[in-house]
């Protein structure tokens, strides 16, 4: 009489479920993640639509109170700058929207009464290929300038440093800036300039992005999905794990 051959028995495998627990932590975090930028982003364009139609108040009224906080971005002001144009300036480099690599034009407005003496007026985007020839203007404004006020991206690792010695600015240095424009207590934020632009020429004012992309719904549900395959795949692994 032969024997029927016993089933090796199957244990149980917990390497594969502790790092499948791992893993699908990880990819709904990830989502969640996504989620809470969603909806942080979602509030920053409900704040730049609002902007769009909001009068300009006093820079002054903006900037007191206590410390300037993510809350003073995008808010819209005005200021006496009868030298925005005729002021000595430096240039930041940057790249457009569309990916050509231009200069910020970067000037400082003097403040009175106020809590700070100078802010940087940020005055728009120059072409690279125009920037060698742009110089002070003549016109002194008659008229306040109109902006928003923006602190700025901060410096990471991939952000050359500055060279203020030899005019190259890579990052929004604001005391590093204001020393070499010469601008005495300075805001810890910059104006960036709407209106009025140039009679003729550049800078082009760009104030405020009007095409901010909000892609987080997608990422959060590629997460999710994500999560959602590598748990199926992990069960129908155990079904069959234990089935044959």
């Known amino acids: 009489m032969t024997s ?3 089933k090796p028995v199957r244990r149980f495998p917990i390497g594969m479920t502790l790092a499948t627990v791992i893993a699908f932590a990880i990819l709904c975090g990830l989502g969640v993640w996504q989620v809470q930028r969603l909806h942080w982003k979602e509030g920053l364009l409900a704040k730049i639509a609002a902007l769009q139609a909001a009068p300009p108040q006093p ?3 903006a900037l007191s109170g206590g410390p300037l906080g993510p809350e003073i971005d995008f808010t819209r002001v005005q ?3 009868p030298n925005a144009e005729t002021a000595a300036f430096i240039k930041l480099f940057t790249v457009s929207k569309d990916g050509a690599p ?3 034009v970067i000037t400082a407005c003097s403040l009175s009464g106020g809590r700070y003496h100078t802010v940087l007026l940020d005055r728009g985007f120059v072409a690279q290929e ?5 110089k002070p203007g003549t016109r002194t404004l008659n ?6 006020l923006r602190r700025g991206d901060l410096k990471n690792f991939m952000t050359p440093q500055n060279m203020p010695e030899q005019g190259l600015w890579y990052w929004r240095d604001i005391p590093a800036m204001a020393a070499a424009l010469h601008a005495t207590d300075p805001a810890p934020t910059f104006l ?3 209106r009025p632009a140039p009679v003729s020429g550049p800078p082009t004012p760009a104030a ?5 992309p909000n892609n987080h719904l997608g990422y959060a549900l590629t997460w999710f999905g994500l999560a959602a395959t590598l748990l199926g795949v992990y069960l129908a692994s155990l079904w069959r794990r234990f089935q044959d």
């Open 4 to 6: 029927r051959p016993l």
């Open 59 to 61: 820079i002054n009224q």
């Open 79 to 81: 200021a006496d700058c």
């Open 102 to 104: 231009g200069f910020r």
């Open 130 to 134: 125009q920037a060698s020839d742009l």
């Open 143 to 148: 008229q306040p300038v109109v902006g928003v």
């Open 192 to 194: 960036m300039l709407e």
């Open 208 to 212: 405020v992005p009007v095409d901010i």
